[in-house]
C-alpha cells in the first residue's frame, strides 16, 4: 500500500474514530469529558508534585477532592469530615539527640557517622579510648578493613551477618559500644537501611566513615576523649483518604474507589526509571484518572433515580506503598461493611487504546451475579477482558479479602507507567467517559437485584510469588512493619493451607532460614524446589507454632 493511501487511510480511520465518539457526544457527556479534563490536568499538574502519601502535594489534592465531593452533594464519611487519615511507617531515621563527638568536636550525623539501624538507643557513652585498644567496658573499634582484605577472594563472604558475629563476640567479651570504620578502599556497601529488621544488636553500634575517620582520628595509637549516644527513631509520615457517602436510606451500599496517590519524584523506590533522576511522577493515568472518573461518578449517582442502594466514594492514598489507604479503611471503616453490597474500583482507565480499544474487568468470580449484570450491557463502544480474579495490584484486593464482591476497571499498562511521562495529553478522554457510562449501567444492570452474592477466587499471582520455582500460597501484608513476613490471605489448597497456616499469623522462620522481612522470605523461599518439605515457624498471637510444608 503507497504512502499516499496510507496515509488517506490514516486520516480516515482517525476521522471515524474521533467523530464517531464526537458525533455521539450528547451535551451532558461533554461535559463529563471537560471536567475530566479540569481535574486530571489538575491533579497531574506539576504543582502536585506527584501527589506522594503523606506530602504536600498529597494534601493540595485532597483539598482538591474534598471540594469537589462537597460540590457534588456528598456528605462527609471519613473519620475528620471528609477524611480519614492514617500513619505510613516509613522505617527508622537517625534520631537528634544521636552523638559522637572527639575531643569535644562533634561529627556531622549521617555524612560523617550513623548509629546502624537495630543498634539500641542509649544514654550517653563517654570514655578515652585509642582504636588499637579493646578494654572491657569501653568502646571498641573496629577495622572492617582487615575483615574484607581476608575475605577478598571467599564468594560467600557476607557482610552483614559477619558484623552480626563481630557485634555478639564484642559484647560477649564487654565492650561498651562498638564503632566499625573500614581503613581499607574495599567498598564495605554498610548503610543506614530505614527499613531494617534486624533483630536489636546488645550493644550501641556506630558506623564512621573513613573521611571523617581519617579527620577526626587518624592517629591509630592516640588516646581520644569521646562520647557516644545511639538514637534511632521512627520515621513516619501521615496521609489520608477522602471519602463522601450518598445516603439513600437503602438497607446496602456500593463502593466506588480509585486511589489519588502516586510516587512523587520517585523517593519510595517504585519508578520505573531506572536512571536515578528525581523527576516528578505526574500519574495523569495512574491515577489521575481513576479519581477523576470517580468524582464524575459522584456527580452522576446524586443526581441518579436508583436508590436501592447508598453509594459510598473512597479516594484512597498511599496505594502506591501497598494499599495502605485500602486496608486502613477495611481495618477501620466508617461504615458497616456487612453492609456493602459491592466495591467497583478504578485504577488506570485514562489510556484506552484506540487501536485495541480493551478494557479489563477484573473480579468477575467475585459474584455468580457478574455475568448476568455484564452481559447484560448491549452495544459497548469497547472490548471487555474478563479477568475472574479478586485480587490483583489495587485496592479492590482489600474488599475481596473481607469477602466483598468486587469489579476492577484498567485499561492496560503501557510505556510511561511509572514514569515522568504518564502525562494528561496522553489521556484518552473519549474512552474514560465510555467506562465511567458502562459503570453506570453496571449499577442500573444491579438494581434490583439486592445484596449479591461473594464467590472465592483464585489468587492472582502478583510479583514476588510469580518469580520463584515454590510458594508457600500466601498473600504477605505490606503493611506489616513488625519483624517476619505477616499472612494477609492464604490461598485454598496450596501448601501454607494445608501445613495448617492462618490469615495473622507472622512467618518467622523457614527451614533453617530465620525470617525477618520480605527479602529474607524471598531469600528462604529460593532455597527450596517443587517436592521439597520442611518446617515453617509463625507467630499466631503470643504463641510460636511450628508446621511441617511441602512445596
Ligand atoms: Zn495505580
Redesign the pocket.
Known sequence: MNDLTMRFLFFISLFLTTNSFAQKLSKADKSIVANLKTSISYLADDKLEGRRAGTPGEKLAITYITSQFQQAGLSPKGAEGFQQSFEINDGKEIGASAIFSVNGQELKKGSEFFPLAFSPNSGSIEAVVSLSLSESGQPWFKDLGDVLMNNKDNPHFDINSEIQSIIKNAATKGAKALIFYNSSNLADNVKFDPRDKMETAAIPVFYLMSTAREKYLKDLSADYDITLKSDLAEKKRTASNVIGYIDNGAASTIVFGA?FD?LGYGEDGNSMLRNGSKEIHN?AD??AS?TAALMELAKLMKKSKSKQNNYLFIAFSG??LGLFGSKYFVEHPTINLTNVNYMINM??VGRLNDSTKTVTIGGYGTSPAWNNILSGIKKLPFTVRYDSSGTG??DHTSFYRKDIPVLFFFTGLHTDYHKPGDDADKINYNGELQIIKYITAVVDNSKSLGKLAFTKTREQQTGTAARFSVSMGIMPDYTFSGSGVRVDGVTDGRAAQKAGLKTGDVVVQLGEHKINSMETYMQGLSKFKKGDSTTVKVKRGAEELTFDIVF
Open positions: 486511589h502516586h500519574g495512574d491515577n481513576g496505594e502506591e485504577d488506570m495490584p489495587s
